[in-house]
């Protein structure tokens, strides 16, 4: 079965940038959304079609896919972006994948 | 607005089945399908399977294959999702997730349902 990997935790200080990535095989051929979830909520799309951004969406996060990486990055991080962030793609037979997460800390 | 709204939390035995229900509204329903993802207490989240709601038509997760039945209700605009030989592992909110974005996103989701399997 398809699998995505994510590092379990990220941590950094207000106003760096974080970098969050998700591997898996041959990934940049797929299509890659990322989710921010946090505590007690429900998932919230903030990334979607590798780069494209939800309305609603601030503008410091953003996307890429290539080879066997997505990366989320996140510029200037806020304490409100403190929270576990997923990404998600499609295995060849049309059936959902999700990654194991990546917990954000902003110190 | 388009809104998911999920039935409450429930409780159920070990070999019992469950019925959750995924209400929507605010968009026209046969337009779109729905997903049922699930997040077990501290886990990931994991993808269950989906149905079309123009058709009826149904995918599901090879994880559950056999045990998860989805269907939908096109004059209530309802979708339900029913787990059948439950076991403690399957202790976990379930949440309904509209794809939009040309299904390329998860976009709208319901508020999740906790069911909690215990004897």
């Known amino acids: 079965s398809y699998e995505l990997t994510q590092p379990p935790s990220v941590s950094l200080s207000p106003g760096q940038t974080a970098n969050i990535t998700c591997s898996g095989d041959?990934?940049?051929?797929?299509?890659v959304c990322w989710f921010q979830q946090k505590p007690g909520q429900s998932p919230v799309l903030v990334i979607y079609?590798?780069?494209r951004r939800p309305s609603g969406i601030p503008e410091r996060f953003s996307g890429s896919n290539s080879g066997n990486t997505a990366t989320l990055t996140i510029s200037g991080t806020q304490a409100i972006d403190e929270a576990d962030y997923y990404c998600?793609?499609?295995?060849?037979?049309?059936?959902?994948?999700f990654g194991g997460g990546t917990k954000l800390t902003v110190l | 607005q388009v809104q998911l709204v999920q039935s409450g939390a429930e409780v159920k035995k070990p070999g019992a089945s469950v019925k959750i229900s995924c209400k929507t509204s605010?968009?026209?329903?046969?337009?779109?399908?729905i997903h049922w993802v699930r997040q077990a207490p501290g886990q990931r989240l994991e993808w269950m399977g989906k149905i079309n709601a123009d058709n009826g038509n149904t995918k599901y997760s090879q994880q559950f294959q056999g045990r998860v039945t989805i269907t939908r209700d096109t004059s209530a605009n309802t979708v339900y999702m029913e787990l059948s030989s439950l076991r403690s592992e399957d202790t976990a909110v379930y949440y309904c997730a509209r794809l939009g974005y040309g299904g390329y996103g998860f976009d709208y989701w319901g508020q999740g349902t906790l069911v909690i399997v215990a004897s």
């Open positions: 605010g968009y026209t329903f046969i337009g779109y399908s």
């Open positions: 998600q793609a499609w295995d060849s037979s049309s059936a959902g994948v």
């Open positions: 041959k990934l940049g051929d797929k299509y």
């Open positions: 079609q590798d780069n």
